[in-house]
C-alpha cells in the first residue's frame, strides 16, 4: 500500500491509502517520481510544472 491522495474543495491534500475516493475519483501518488540522471524530459516537466 502506498500513499495516496485526492484534492478537495478548498484545495487542500487529502491523504488516503485507497486506489478511488467514495465518490469514485482516482487518486494520485503521494510519492516523488524517482530519480534518473539519463532523464532527458526533466527540465520540461520541470518548466510546465511552474507555470
Given at each position: 500500500?502506498?500513499?495516496?491522495?485526492?484534492?478537495?474543495?478548498?484545495?487542500?491534500r487529502?491523504?488516503?491509502?485507497?486506489?478511488?475516493?467514495?465518490?469514485?475519483?482516482?487518486?494520485?501518488?503521494?510519492?516523488?517520481?524517482?530519480?534518473?540522471?539519463?532523464?532527458?524530459f526533466?527540465?520540461?516537466?520541470?518548466?510546465?510544472?511552474?507555470?
Amino acid at each position: 500500500m502506498h500513499l495516496m491522495y485526492t484534492i478537495d474543495e478548498k484545495g487542500n491534500r487529502l491523504y488516503t491509502l485507497k486506489k478511488v475516493t467514495t465518490a469514485g475519483k482516482p487518486t494520485k501518488s503521494a510519492h516523488p517520481a524517482r530519480f534518473s540522471p539519463d532523464d532527458k524530459f526533466s527540465r520540461h516537466r520541470v518548466t510546465i510544472k511552474k507555470r
